[in-house]
């Protein structure tokens, strides 16, 4: 690739660095893969007070490539936090009257137990000797930080993408933790076409020689250049054919004619190339194996012998479910499948596809439609439960 310039030397002093809080489990995880990790530790930010009874809390659970500071400035991108716009004092979701917590995934790479963790049995890092991570295993290490923290029941579990495969999960396995439950633009199952992208993905991470069959922070390289394609190719999914045609059109970059090169002449082409970059800058390459492996594994159906409607059976958790209709990665076709099974097992769910081109990635978005769902359903929720409304 002829402009895509990431091939700087790193070591493992390069990754990003630690956040303020971190809890040290001390009880192994138990992992979908058959083993047990330990020890492990979960990174985790909270905004705003927990109160008196332990009623206000509200679990933010984060996308594919997201961390724990959604709504204070990320120490590694010195950008704000990916939803800052919707969660702080006086916001959307307001930080004067919710306990907002954010917790790192397992298999993630910013401070909670991932493949560049050190592995006690080497003393170097885990690398591809981590265990493969599953969604149920993040949900069941956030639910060991919630038990630490003391909180019985959340108030709400929010996230979009694989954090509403989180959602989807906690409200699943633990529907007594969960008082009410924001899943968006995601779906009870990763589709053949989802794995596939992800499989391009993790290929060109694999190919790249500086992969070193995943050893790379030892030998202080990095599969940069790998990885920055995969990110690429992942950001179109991200996006939709109307506002890449709104945004960049066939509009050249920085000139007035093609080179009849192979250089970045149109400007989706520098967009995509600024994306992978940046990317390569804030995430591990074998973190980005693993998780998208997680999500590829999600399949709440086939947990509950292929029937959807079981994996909510008896629920009394309220739930609002938003897609987003240029969404091609996670379609409203595969929300209205969990309101179909949620509605099957009686529960109290609401649903609401909003109609914008900004594609997958509208959730991260500052979107007036999905701030006034999400502010809706929190006050509707909030009056049931006894919680103070604005
Ligand atoms: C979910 C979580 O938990 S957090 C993780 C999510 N974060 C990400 O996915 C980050 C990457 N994703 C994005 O940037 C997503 O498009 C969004 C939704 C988060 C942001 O969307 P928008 O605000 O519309 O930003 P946009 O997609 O236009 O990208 C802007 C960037 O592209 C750059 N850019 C725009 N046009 C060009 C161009 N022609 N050539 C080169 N770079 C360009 C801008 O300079 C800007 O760079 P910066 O981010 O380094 O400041
Ligand atoms: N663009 C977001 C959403 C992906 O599903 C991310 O990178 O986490």
């Not at 907002?100 to 560049?116: D, E, K, M, Q, Y």
């Not at 596939?196 to 940069?224: I, T």
């Amino acid at each position: 690739m002829v402009a895509l310039r990431v091939n700087k030397s790193h070591s493992e002093a390069d990754q990003p660095s630690s956040p303020v809080v971190r809890f040290e489990a001390d009880q192994p995880l138990k992992l979908d893969a058959g083993t047990l990790l330990s020890p492990f530790q979960v990174a985790y930010q909270t905004y705003g007070d927990l109160n008196a009874d332990k009623s206000n809390a509200i679990l933010v659970c984060h996308a594919l490539t997201g961390d724990q500071h959604v709504a204070s400035p990320n120490p590694v991108t010195g950008k704000p936090g990916w939803w800052q716009v919707l969660i702080g004092p006086g916001k959307v979701i307001d930080t004067d009257r919710f306990f907002v917590i954010c917790a790192n995934v397992i298999g993630g790479c910013l401070g909670s137990t991932g493949p560049a963790s050190t592995d006690p049995a080497t003393g170097k890092p885990y690398a591809l000797n981590l265990p493969v991570i599953t969604i149920r295993d993040m949900v069941r290490a956030q639910l060991m930080l919630i038990d630490h923290l003391g909180i019985d029941q959340l108030f709400c579990v929010i996230g979009g993408s694989m954090g509403g495969m989180q959602v989807l999960e906690w409200a699943s396995s633990y529907p007594e933790r969960v008082f009410s439950a924001l899943p968006i633009a995601t779906g009870a199952r990763h589709s053949s076409q989802n794995i596939a992208f992800h499989e391009v993905g993790r290929q060109s991470v694999m190919a790249d020689p500086e992969w070193l069959g995943g050893d790379y922070l030892v030998a202080g390289r990095r599969p940069e250049k790998g990885l920055a394609v995969a990110r690429m190719a992942a950001h179109i999914t991200y996006l939709s054919e109307a506002a890449l045609h709104r945004k960049f059109g066939r509009n050249l970059q920085d000139r007035d004619r093609p080179t009849f090169g192979f250089d970045a002449d149109f400007q989706i082409e520098s967009y995509l190339r600024h994306q992978g970059m940046t990317f390569v800058d804030r995430f591990d390459a074998n973190s980005y194996l693993y998780l998208t492996r997680a999500m590829d594994y999600f399949d709440l159906a086939a947990d509950h012998g292929g029937r959807l409607v079981e994996a909510f059976a008896g629920t009394k958790t309220r739930f609002c479910l938003v897609s987003f209709t240029s969404d091609w990665l996670f379609p409203t076709e595969e929300s209205r499948s969990v309101v179909h099974a949620l509605n099957a097992a009686g529960a109290s769910v609401s649903f609401v596809e909003i109609e914008t081109d900004r594609g997958h990635d509208a959730f991260l978005l500052d979107e007036p439609e999905l701030f006034a769902a999400i502010d809706g359903f929190l006050r509707s929720a909030a009056r049931a439960k006894g919680l103070a409304v604005r």
